[in-house]
T-cell receptor, first 115, second 115 residues
Framework: SQQGEEDPQALSIQEGENATMNCSYK?????LQWYRQNSGRGLVHLIL?????REKHSGRLRVTLDTSKKSSSLLITASRAADTASYFCATDFSRVYNQGGKLIFGQGTELSVKP | DTGVSQDPRHKITKRGQNVTFRCDPI?????LYWYRQTLGQGPEFLTY????????KSRLLSDRFSAERPKGSFSTLEIQRTEQGDSAMYLC?????????????FGPGTRLTVL
């Protein structure tokens, strides 16, 4: 299977703490994306990092990508109760920019932020 | 209209019945994707369209499944002779063509329960 692996499967922290989630994948990628899913809802796109980038920031989110280790991490700083959700990494294996095509999702990390 | 919409949001059916789901993508997006998600798992790719052309189908998409996008706008996913194993959340996503890295924007999903 091409599906990525996410670690940990579940994470419980207090409000104000940082949360780190990791994702590993198996073959070369064009880009890697992170999504959030609140219980029973659709997925919300958070951030995309291209294969030639190493780090990217968006508000309280920081994503890193290590293509030599085929891994990525998502850091949420100063977490809030509203960050409680499942977080998925998704890899795009298309060979060229803008080719389109399927994303391969990991199994997700379930984050619980306690007030 | 600012997002992807799906209809119905919930569907309960008896084994052996046919069901059809509809997805309306973001209006300027020419790519449309269907995924299936079961409890505790990440979404799994089913099929994708660029305009009205179906460009890829997963092995998960058995002969009982058919998807169409007749005019390159909305799409339908039909499941014939439903089985209990078809119970899942069916997610639709769309992405723009030119100038993007395949960020996909998801609808709220249709939750199917087969009794």
């Amino acid at each position: 299977s091409q599906q990525g692996e996410e670690d940990p499967q579940a994470l419980s922290i207090q409000e104000g703490e940082n949360a780190t989630m990791n994702c590993s994948y198996k073959t070369s990628i064009n880009n890697l994306q992170w999504y959030r899913q609140n219980s029973g809802r659709g997925l919300v796109h958070l951030i995309l990092i291209r294969s030639n980038e190493r780090e990217k920031h968006s508000g309280r989110l920081r994503v890193t990508l290590d293509t030599s280790k085929k891994s990525s991490s998502l850091l949420i700083t100063a977490s809030r109760a509203a960050d409680t959700a499942s977080y998925f990494c998704a890899t795009d294996f298309s060979r060229v920019y803008n080719q389109g095509g399927k994303l391969i999702f990991g199994q997700g990390t379930e984050l619980s932020v306690k007030p | 209209d600012t997002g992807v919409s799906q209809d119905p949001r919930h569907k309960i059916t008896k084994r052996g019945q046919n069901v059809t789901f509809r997805c309306d993508p973001i209006s300027e997006h020419n790519r449309l994707y269907w995924y299936r998600q079961t409890l505790g798992q990440g979404p799994e790719f089913l099929t994708y369209f660029q305009n009205e052309a179906q460009l890829e189908k997963s092995r998960l998409l058995s002969d009982r499944f058919s998807a169409e996008r007749p005019k390159g706008s909305f799409s339908t996913l039909e499941i014939q002779r439903t089985e209990q194993g078809d119970s899942a959340m069916y997610l639709c996503a769309s992405s723009a063509g030119q100038g993007t890295y395949n960020e996909q924007f998801f609808g709220p999903g249709t939750r199917l329960t087969v009794l």
